[in-house]
């Protein structure tokens, strides 16, 4: 099967769901998917399925079932009591000390709303930061699927903090090289230190088809969103 | 090492910053927050000094473990002499500032003197500056963060601040920080206005990275989070309902003051209880209560979140107050509602929002507010004094209207503010107020609760419950149950429960903790991060070291034996409904007990020999 | 099937890359005019202040990754013949392409003014270029830097760290003024002449004088400067001279392309600095110039030139991240902002920041922020997510650093 993915809103994406979930025999598809509704999001679900390519509207190509089973973090903001115990598990395991302002991840506070949200790299398929990168500095981490910065390569022009639409690249003045979520190399430490498992380490598959339904049911309240 | 060996003095007279290495043989001695900052204060303040004055020093700081990974290794202190009482005042806070002054690389920052306008002081790491704060005086807490914020460019700066009760001299008001976090009791927040300084922004950057083990500390730390999260009251009852579960048990047993300690049980306990804040609401269909929340470093998150119902009548026409906000914690509910006779959950959840907007604490505002309840119902203070408002126990208008006084520090917003002990004696009925060396009481009664009677009585920093918490032992059975109404034994707790928590104060955890961890929980994590060979005894020692320099220096200040007494309501009118019925509080069976246990003389003095066994200054 | 590059930048290799991937039995040419391997143009500042050797510039790091299914060669594009699609280069050779592809960058342009042809005078352009500024930077050398744009902000800082003396003479009134706008370009200004650089705005040089030791650079406004070395840094031209006479459409001094990143030409396509291609943000074309554009124009031209019309560009947007002697600018999208549309800005000068949102009904379309660099993609992600921010437009108004809020409410109902 051969899939190409072009440009779309997010609100298309539930014709994706239903095309992909509903059908007996997906065959070919053409699926839209549009700037922001995560590459990767779509990757991970379809790739179960079979095969294929997919070009999308940023021109790249990639063979999913290539890709072995990886797992990813799986986020759940409900459970986020605020506490930084990711952050500072984050911070240890990669600069050796407690030091929220260096984390990979980082908890969002919605004080107004009472909400808590966890936020970091999704570890995109097609990553942003790695096609802008000029010398090669980030590389993909074939056993954890992990996009990683190679210190020693990365000469610091930031590029890729500007490239990632996520937000989820931060340069780090002190070092003059660029820091991002590595996965910690497979064992995520943030998952290991939350205490209400607000993050979890998981099959990526699974966090595809729940992002998947998450996105589809919020297409439908998009409205009184904000 | 998990100091980081770096003091700030804030000079605000001439508006100079300097940087000091910490004193590591005091830090061996006091640990860290509470008890070094205590040793720093009794070192440098004349103990008879102006609270207010510019002789009188305001500390903040930090823990050892603050700042780390151990669970709830996010507080700080800030230590000063209190107005309210003319102790020690010493108030504990969680939020976040603590911990990003720990990461910004100081330990403490002792602030002199008194700034000749007022100002900020702007942490950024080692670079700090005093800012103008002309603009922000006047300003809430809330407007005061906002404008922070918005001025300095920084979404994550951590602010510390006091509101406009301080300002206008509240005498309880508090420091906040994080918009809902306080370093509440004692009048911390008044003798910061007295300094001029309006607020603390800080940001860290450097991290703490010193820990003596790592390997080890996250070994432990991780260990010791377990025991909390399998513990049913940190890994259930906490994050569930927050302290707020003591409501009805302590209504229950007997032990609830209610209007103005006049009687020991409320009938509308639980329309305020936790139960009642995850309850649906009629008319939005949303509960009190969004959800809970965690200071820094916290595996208990048992901060409540709230919202009060649009339709209020405190809120009707103010959306500034719908969205959520730092909901009612036990101690707040109690003195707001139970100890003022209010039901009406949304008008406690607005009286606190208040207090946080407009910094100052709940516990001594509420008790404050039963006092005025009555007087007025005495006939002392009248509609003339209260622009017509009618100050009667069980009035939600006349708490609301209470709140927004103090917050402004008008009219009768000003006697409020006094506090109960100056309140009662301005109108000559000094025998009404229920406070302890001025320091109004929290929510236990000592009839029903008599362990609590004698903690009030020898509190430092007057009545508090935070300064051994004996109700753990009385009520939970933590870590054994003893009979709550009887007083045998109870001095010799009270003792370990003050030395336990002047250690755990002292060390940048939080004391919520010690419903699962005794010192020997906490000993190795402290172990593992600093020098020194922290065992449990140690930190035993330290704790008693503390409280004697504690006591020393109040002393000094003209304290007496005569000050650790109970208002004559509860030494002299028994209980009249619950378990408690017909008990009084016996401290006079338990106080004598207690200064032998102490090593202090008959009326409390401290002698050269206890001094000596501690190595305090002579 | 046949495709030819020309030139061997960041575009022309991604899109090789990625013809290879999509048409794996297809031949691929790549022809390059400079000697080096394919290099990054934006590593070089990183190169003069020696933080990378040369290899550390190298799009590709592998040494045989153009030795298998790509065929790099040398060679200098000299023109193409349309009907017989065939490329010719200057020594002569041929090639024949059944796809084309002008990834040949731009180049410098010197401004015309007496002695810019002396020895004293390079630009900053390419490996062999930073070979002689290396060669001349010593401390306490006089530089001057003919134009504070974009490059040569972005190699003020190696300059300024090899102790150089510098000057930077710029004709527009500001730094960067196609970057940033008055405010951030003015406190970059106050940044530089802090740092002990001397920076004249609204300046133009009128003419270089070559002594045996030393040039002087004389100014409007009768000043003089003497210089070891003058960096010309005063705007560039694609490089499309190849392509005349083949009927290719050129549209502000580039290559005219569609949506498919083709020519007017079937079968010639352009990427990169030399394509004027469309941009997200005003749905116009135009040269932006930048590296992450060349990348993607590579591989939608690419994948294009395999099956024409299977990607449809959508447009790239204009970013810019600049570190100057350590002060960090960023600008995205309409930054100058369009008629009708609000804007915020929060500025600190003290401490050097500065954010300035800019918005299209309740929607963000461009940014310019000094100083900020936690979370900065996100302006992207908000920008070209188009997102309808409702009711955080406001709290963007009122607090524009509420960037991650405002994108985590929008995409997640946060
Ligand atoms: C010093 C410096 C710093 C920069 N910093 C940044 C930055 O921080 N961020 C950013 O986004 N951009 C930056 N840029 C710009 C960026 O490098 C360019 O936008 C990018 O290189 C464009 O890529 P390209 O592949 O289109 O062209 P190029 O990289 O210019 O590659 C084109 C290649 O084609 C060759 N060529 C030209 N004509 C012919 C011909 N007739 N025959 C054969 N070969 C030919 C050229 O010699 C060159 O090797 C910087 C540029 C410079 C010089
Ligand atoms: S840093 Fe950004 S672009 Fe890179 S993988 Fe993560 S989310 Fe994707
Ligand atoms: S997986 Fe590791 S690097 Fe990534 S956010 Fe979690 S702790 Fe940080
Ligand atoms: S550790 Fe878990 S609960 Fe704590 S802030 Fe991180 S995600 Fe939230």
Redesign the pocket.
């Known amino acids: 099967m051969r899939l190409a993915l072009f440009p779309c809103l997010p609100a298309d994406l539930r014709i994706l769901y239903n095309r992909v979930f509903q059908s007996s025999k997906p065959e070919c598809l053409f699926v839209i998917i549009s700037f922001d509704t995560h590459a990767n999001l779509c990757h991970n679900t379809l790739h179960s399925i079979s095969k294929f390519d997919l070009i999308n509207d940023q021109g790249l190509v990639h063979q999913i079932g290539d890709k072995q089973m990886l797992r990813s973090l799986n986020?759940n903001?409900d459970?986020?009591?605020?506490?930084?115990?990711?952050?500072m598990?984050c911070s240890f395991e990669n600069e050796g000390v407690f030091n929220p302002a260096k984390s990979r991840?980082k908890?969002f506070t919605f004080h107004e709303e009472g909400r808590?949200v966890?936020y970091t790299c999704t570890q995109c398929d097609e990553a942003w930061c790695l096609h802008a990168c000029p010398v090669e500095a980030i590389k993909m981490n074939r056993e954890t699927g992990a996009m990683e910065v190679l210190d020693s390569v990365c000469v610091g022009c930031k590029v890729c903090t500007i490239a990632c639409p996520f937000g989820t690249v931060n340069y780090n003045q002190t070092t003059g090289k660029v820091i991002k979520c590595d996965l910690c190399g497979g064992d995520p430490q943030?998952a290991a230190?939350?205490?209400?498992?607000?993050?979890t380490y998981v099959d990526a598959d699974a966090t595809g088809l729940e992002k998947m339904r998450a996105w589809a049911a919020k297409t439908d309240n998009q409205a009184h969103v904000n | 090492m998990s100091w980081t060996r770096k003091i700030m003095r804030v000079n605000l007279t001439e508006g100079s910053i300097s940087e000091e290495p910490l004193n590591m043989e005091w830090a061996d001695q006091y640990i860290g927050q509470r008890g070094l900052a205590t040793r720093y204060f009794v070192e440098e303040t004349d103990p008879k000094c102006d609270p207010l004055g510019p002789d009188n020093k305001l500390i903040f700081a930090t823990g050892p473990l603050t700042g780390t990974m151990a669970s709830t290794g996010g507080r700080y202190s800030v230590i000063t002499k209190g107005p309210l009482t003319g102790a020690i005042a010493c108030s504990n806070s969680g939020g976040f500032i603590g911990a990003e002054l720990k990461s910004a690389g100081w330990d403490m920052v002792i602030c002199e003197g008194r700034s000749p306008s007022p100002v900020m002081l702007h942490i950024v790491d080692d670079k700090v500056e005093l800012l103008p704060a002309d603009d922000l005086w006047g300003k809430s807490v809330w407007d005061t963060d906002k404008l922070i914020h918005q001025k300095l460019n920084d979404p994550q700066i951590r602010i510390a601040a006091i509101g406009r009760s301080a300002e206008a001299g509240c005498l309880y008001a508090a420091v906040i920080n994080d918009l809902h976090r306080a370093a509440g009791r004692s009048g911390v927040g008044t003798v910061m206005a007295s300094k001029n300084l309006k607020a603390m922004a800080v940001r860290g950057t450097l991290g703490v990275g010193n820990v003596k083990d790592p390997k080890r500390f996250m070994q432990v730390t991780a260990e010791q989070k377990q025991v909390l999260a399998e513990n049913a009251v940190t890994g259930q009852g906490l994050p569930a309902m927050g302290t707020q579960v003591l409501m009805n048990v302590i209504n229950e047993i007997g032990a609830l003051p209610t209007n103005n300690m006049r009687e020991v049980q409320f009938k509308d306990a639980n329309k305020i209880s936790a139960e009642a804040m995850a309850e649906p609401r009629e008319s939005d269909g949303k509960p009190n209560l969004t959800t809970n929340a965690?200071c820094f470093g916290c595996?208990i998150?048992c901060g409540r979140i709230s919202t009060i119902d649009k339709g209020h009548f405190t809120v009707e026409n103010k959306p500034e107050y719908w969205g959520n906000s730092g909901g009612l914690e036990y101690e707040a509910a109690w003195a707001l509602g139970a100890d003022t006779g209010v039901g009406d959950l949304d008008a406690l959840t607005y009286a606190n929002f208040v207090c946080n907007e407009d910094g100052f604490d709940p516990i001594s505002f509420g008790a404050t507010v039963a006092a005025a309840m009555e007087l007025f119902e005495e006939g002392v203070v009248t509609a003339e004094q209260t622009d017509g408002m009618e100050l009667r126990f069980g009035s939600a208008e006349a708490l609301a209207w209470c709140a927004e006084k103090v917050a402004s520090g008008e009219g009768f917003g000003a006697d409020l503010g006094l506090g109960s002990k100056r309140l009662c004696e301005k109108y000559g009925r000094p025998e009404l107020s229920m406070t302890v060396k001025g320091q109004e009481f929290p929510a236990y009664d000592p009839r029903g609760v008599q362990g609590m009677g004698l903690t009030y009585a020898t509190s430092n920093r007057g009545a508090c419950h935070l300064r051994s918490y004996t109700v753990a032992s009385e009520v939970l059975g933590i870590p054994e149950k003893t009979d709550p109404l009887s007083v045998d034994g109870k001095a010799g707790l009270v003792k370990a429960f003050q030395d336990a928590t002047a250690a755990v104060d002292s060390t940048g955890l939080c004391v919520f903790t010690t419903f699962a961890w005794s010192l020997d929980n906490i000993a190795p994590q402290v172990d593992a991060a600093c020098e020194g060979g922290w065992t449990a005894e140690k930190l035993l020692e330290a704790g008693e070291r503390i409280w004697n320099l504690e006591r020393d220096y109040i002393q000094r200040a003209g304290l007496t034996g005569a000050d650790d007494n109970l208002p004559k309501r509860l030494l002299k009118d028994a209980a009249k409904t619950g378990p408690a019925e017909g008990k009084v509080a016996g401290l006079d069976v338990m106080l004598p007990e207690y200064y032998q246990i102490r090593g202090w003389t008959s009326d409390g003095q401290l002698t050269d020999e206890t001094r000596s066994k501690f190595g305090l200054p002579a | 099937m046949t495709y030819v590059i020309v030139g061997s930048g960041p575009a022309g290799v991604v899109a090789a890359e990625t013809i290879c991937k999509l048409d794996p039995n297809s031949q691929v040419v790549m022809v390059g005019d400079e000697p080096d391997p394919p290099y990054s143009r934006m590593a070089i500042p990183y190169l003069l202040i020696n933080n990378i050797d040369e290899q550390g510039t190298y799009l590709r790091k592998d040494p045989e990754h153009f030795d298998n299914a790509i065929k790099h060669m040398h060679g200098v594009a000299e023109s193409v013949d349309v009907e017989a699609k065939t490329l010719h280069l200057a020594d002569g050779q041929k090639i024949d392409y059944e796809a084309l592809l002008a990834s040949t960058g731009s180049k410098p342009i010197l401004p015309p003014v007496p002695g810019i042809d002396g020895e004293r005078v390079t630009t900053c352009w390419t490996l062999e270029d930073a070979r002689k500024i290396t060669a001349t930077l010593k401390p306490g050398a006089s530089v001057v830097l003919i134009g504070a744009g974009f490059i040569g902000c972005i190699i003020l800082e190696a300059l300024v760290s090899s102790g150089a003396n510098l000057t930077v003479i710029e004709m527009g009134d500001r730094m960067v003024p196609r970057m940033l706008n008055e405010t951030s370009g003015e406190l970059l200004k106050k940044w530089c002449q802090e740092k002990g650089v001397n920076v004249m705005t609204s300046a133009q040089v009128e003419s270089i004088e070559h002594h045996s030791d030393k040039a002087v650079v004389n100014i409007s406004g009768d000043r003089h400067v003497d210089a070891e070395l003058v960096i010309s840094a005063a705007g560039v031209r694609a490089n499309a001279d190849f392509l005349e006479g083949t009927g290719v459409e050129m549209k502000n001094g580039a290559v005219a392309v569609d949506r498919h990143m083709c020519s007017s030409v079937p079968g010639i396509y352009a990427a990169g600095d030399a394509a004027c291609g469309l941009d997200f943000s005003t749905g116009d074309f135009s040269v932006q110039a930048v590296q992450p554009t060349a990348v993607e124009h590579g591989r939608i031209a690419a994948a294009n030139m395999v099956r024409h019309g299977s990607v449809l560009h959508q447009g790239c947007i204009n970013m810019n991240v600049l570190d100057t002697i350590g002060l960090i600018s960023v600008s995205y999208g309409q930054w100058q902002g369009v008629e009708g549309g609000d804007h915020t800005s929060l500025l600190d000068r003290d401490r050097f920041r500065y954010i300035n949102l800019q918005f299209d009904e309740d929607m963000l379309i461009g940014a310019n922020t000094l100083g900020i660099t936690q979370h900065i993609g996100i302006l992207r992600g908000l920008i070209q997510g188009q997102f309808n921010l409702g009711k955080w437009k406001q709290r963007l108004m009122d607090n524009p650093m509420l960037l991650m809020e405002a994108y985590l409410a929008a995409t997640q109902g946060a």
């Open positions: 986020i903001p459970k986020c009591t605020g506490c930084l115990q990711c952050e598990a991840i908890i808590f966890p943030c230190a939350c205490p209400t498992e607000a993050i | 965690a595996t998150a």
